[in-house]
């Protein structure tokens, strides 16, 4: 891959990512919340869910790119303007979409870290201003992009002179039918041996079935992911987007019970392992 000038491994020790408190690439950090910021009441009961089981940073789009025109689209400025009650309240950074290139400045001013979805991975207009925005940029890979190609689209954001790129594996298309994505575990230590940014997994999105999450949150953790993403609501089966994949508060708590100690557990052991090879 000759042309990643900044996103090469080569090029760099490994990337923190500060947001406020917290550093992506170091650990495992967790970021919850619901697919859409559809009310005040649903998003900060959420967000007050999440904190409480032990999330580092809350999810939810205020702009929502849908396969159809006539789907609910996002609350827009009303959402970010929520998602900024429920930063003061719980304290969590804020992660949240933005979709067009002429929103960015603007969204940037509510969000800690501003995500590109997969639809919008090679949206260039799109990388560049948000290479601009100064914010942390989240970049899912898209669903149908090599890992050459979803490199060189966080290779426009650093050139932009934004450092902050995270990447974000959320499953790709194939021929499997059963999952709504295929999930490509593979990713992780694939791009860890390309380049110096952290990855974090989407199991909401890449599996679309609720009973597939924990066991691909696990096995993300076993893979070496420095995070991530999963979608929580208050009220899943009143959820106006993704209602089908959408976690319980009580289900997320599961999932952080079996996460946190696995990945403490394999930190452990890599640590063993490092001081006996010298
Ligand atoms: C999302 O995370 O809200 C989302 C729309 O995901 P993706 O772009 O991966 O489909
Ligand atoms: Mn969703």
Same mark, same amino acid.
């Given at each position: 891959?000759?042309? !990643? /000038?900044?996103?090469?491994?080569?090029? $760099? %020790?490994?990337?923190?990512?500060? @947001?406020?408190? +917290?550093?992506?690439? =170091?650990?495992?950090?967790?970021?919850?919340?619901?697919?859409?910021?559809?009310?005040?009441?649903?998003?900060?009961?959420?967000?007050?869910?999440?904190?409480?089981?032990?999330?580092?940073?809350?999810?939810?789009?205020?702009?929502?790119?849908?396969?159809?025109?006539?789907?609910?689209?996002?609350?827009?400025?009303?959402? !970010? /303007?929520?998602?900024?009650?429920?930063? $003061? %309240?719980?304290?969590?950074?804020? @992660?949240?979409? +933005?979709?067009?290139? =002429?929103?960015?400045?603007?969204?940037?001013?509510?969000?800690?870290?501003?995500?590109?979805?997969?639809?919008?991975?090679?949206?260039?207009?799109?990388?560049?201003?948000?290479?601009?925005?100064?914010?942390?940029?989240?970049?899912?890979?898209?669903?149908?992009?090599?890992?050459?190609?979803?490199?060189?689209?966080?290779?426009?954001?650093?050139?932009?002179?934004?450092?902050?790129?995270?990447?974000?594996?959320?499953?790709?298309?194939?021929?499997?039918?059963?999952?709504?994505?295929?999930?490509?575990?593979?990713?992780?230590?694939?791009?860890?041996?390309?380049?110096?940014?952290?990855?974090?997994?989407?199991?909401?999105?890449?599996?679309?079935?609720?009973?597939?999450?924990?066991?691909?949150?696990?096995?993300?953790?076993?893979?070496?992911?420095?995070?991530?993403?999963?979608?929580?609501?208050?009220?899943?089966?009143?959820?106006?987007?993704?209602?089908?994949?959408?976690?319980?508060?009580?289900?997320?708590?599961?999932?952080?019970?079996?996460?946190?100690?696995?990945?403490?557990?394999?930190?452990?052991?890599?640590?063993?392992?490092?001081?006996?090879?010298?």
């Amino acid at each position: 891959m000759k042309n !990643l /000038k900044l996103a090469a491994r080569e090029q $760099k %020790e490994r990337t923190i990512v500060n @947001v406020g408190s +917290v550093e992506v690439g =170091r650990g495992l950090t967790v970021i919850a919340g619901p697919c859409s910021v559809e009310s005040e009441a649903q998003t900060l009961e959420t967000a007050r869910a999440v904190k409480a089981a032990g999330a580092d940073m809350m999810r939810g789009g205020a702009f929502k790119p849908r396969t159809s025109p006539y789907a609910f689209q996002g609350l827009g400025l009303e959402g !970010l /303007k929520i998602l900024e009650k429920a930063r $003061k %309240e719980t304290g969590l950074p804020i @992660v949240t979409e +933005v979709i067009d290139p =002429r929103d960015v400045s603007w969204v940037a001013e509510f969000a800690d870290v501003l995500q590109i979805g997969t639809r919008n991975m090679q949206n260039f207009a799109l990388l560049k201003e948000v290479g601009k925005a100064g914010r942390p940029v989240l970049l899912k890979r898209g669903m149908y992009s090599t890992l050459e190609e979803w490199l060189n689209c966080a290779e426009y954001v650093l050139s932009e002179g934004n450092p902050d790129v995270i990447l974000c594996e959320r499953g790709i298309r194939t021929f499997e039918k059963y999952t709504r994505n295929t999930l490509d575990l593979s990713a992780v230590p694939a791009i860890k041996e390309l380049t110096h940014l952290p990855i974090i997994i989407d199991p909401t999105h890449s599996t679309g079935r609720l009973s597939l999450i924990s066991p691909m949150s696990s096995a993300a953790v076993a893979a070496g992911a420095d995070g991530l993403i999963i979608e929580v609501h208050n009220q899943p089966e009143n959820a106006l987007c993704d209602a089908d994949q959408a976690l319980t508060p009580e289900m997320f708590t599961g999932i952080m019970a079996q996460v946190r100690p696995l990945q403490a557990f394999l930190e452990g052991s890599r640590s063993l392992a490092e001081a006996q090879r010298f």
